[in-house]
């Protein structure tokens, strides 16, 4: 069974900083593709962020470019999201995912590719 709890969700106020952590237990860290998706209120989950399992490929979603970084430490079996310049629209809950990967696939960019979810994280940026 793998657990996946995110942390460091809060209130800021626009133009500011969160870090984002999701703690992972189960199996090796090291084999899983980890990802980063927000859900806003009525809105569908949507993709953020994503790093295959050795942190090589590191794709973003356009409207987080150049302001959000993912990053993952494999030997502490944590992935985090770093936001900073956040704006009003980041707002939502952030949800991290993991898909077992042993086979070395990309990191998916889809909400399907991924297996198991963590509960969530509540980001609120004030304007």
């Known amino acids: 069974q793998v657990q996946l709890v995110e942390s460091g969700g809060g209130l800021v106020q626009a133009g500011g900083s969160l870090r984002l952590s999701c703690a992972v237990s189960g199996r090796s860290f090291s084999t899983y593709t980890m990802g980063w998706f927000r859900q806003a209120p009525g809105k569908e989950r949507e993709f953020v962020a994503a790093?295959?399992?050795?942190?090589?490929?590191?794709p973003l979603a356009d409207s987080v470019k150049g302001r959000f970084t993912i990053s993952r430490d494999n030997a502490k079996g944590t992935m985090y999201l770093q936001m900073n310049s956040l704006k009003p629209e980041d707002t939502a809950v952030y949800y991290c995912a993991a898909d077992y990967n042993p086979y070395g696939r990309g990191p998916g960019l889809v909400a399907y590719d991924y297996d198991w979810w963590g509960q969530g994280t509540q980001v609120t940026v004030s304007s």
């Open positions: 790093i295959s399992d050795s942190g090589g490929s590191t």
